[in-house]
């Protein structure tokens, strides 16, 4: 039985599992959700995540949301001896502490960007000042310790990609729309530029997202 994604091609967060499936290389069968039809807001869809989030798996009777709870789940039953969990224990602990520090205190202001652009950009919205200037301040501070900490480092754990670098990378599939201000920090774009150029499935997917938003734009007219 195939592994079912439910998601929408333009979502950065859908964006980290097709990432990390293709560096795993599991198969899993796309089922499209469209967010700006409000498909995840239909009563089927909220059998599956009550949060009526994307993106969605299901696996046989298993269904997970929550992006990292999907991938930890790719990572340790579909693809155990990958190491995107880190090489050892120590590492393990240290990808997992920077995947929940990217929910709490690094995407999560990146998500209130790519809602302010959405406001104003599909629904012709005010931007709330108030709104942009706090994620601008705390994308600020976490982006620097997180320069800091990749000055002398190629990835966010240890020496190959974990699920870690693809929680972390995840804001810069909007970043074009949400201004946050990534390039103010040379180490954090200089790895964000290192995961495109070594790892083909983070490059291909920014693709897929570029074109599904640029349809989402051409749409509005
Ligand atoms: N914390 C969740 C965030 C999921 C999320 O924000 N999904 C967005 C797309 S990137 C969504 O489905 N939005 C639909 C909506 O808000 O109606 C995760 O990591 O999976």
Do not use: C
Not at 129 to 154: P, Y
């Amino acid at each position: 039985m195939s592994i079912k994604l439910y998601g929408d091609p333009g979502s950065g967060s859908l964006r980290r599992v097709t990432a990390a499936a293709a560096v795993m290389g599991v198969d899993i069968e796309r089922i499209n959700v469209d967010l700006f039809k409000g498909e995840s807001h239909t009563l089927e869809f909220l059998n599956l995540n009550p949060h009526g989030l994307t993106p969605v798996l299901q696996d046989g009777d298993t269904v997970i949301w929550e992006t990292s709870a999907i991938n930890l789940y790719l990572a340790t039953k579909a693809s155990p001896d990958l190491n995107l969990l880190g090489r050892t224990e120590a590492e393990r602990f240290e990808v997992l502490q920077w995947m929940f520090w990217s929910g709490e205190q690094w995407r999560v202001f990146s998500t209130f960007l790519f809602n302010e652009w959405a406001g104003k950009t599909l629904m012709g919205k005010p931007p709330t000042d108030a709104v942009v200037e706090l994620s601008m301040g705390n994308i600020r501070s976490a982006a620097t310790v997180l320069d800091a900490h990749l000055a002398s480092r190629k990835f966010i754990v240890g020496e190959a990609v974990t699920l870690a670098d693809i929680d972390i990378a995840a804001p810069f599939s909007q970043y074009q729309r949400t201004g946050a201000p990534f390039d103010e920090f040379p180490n954090l774009m200089a790895w964000h530029q290192r995961l495109l150029d070594t790892v083909p499935a983070w490059a291909a997917t920014r693709d897929e997202v570029e074109r599904r938003m640029a349809g989402v734009l051409d749409d509005l007219g």
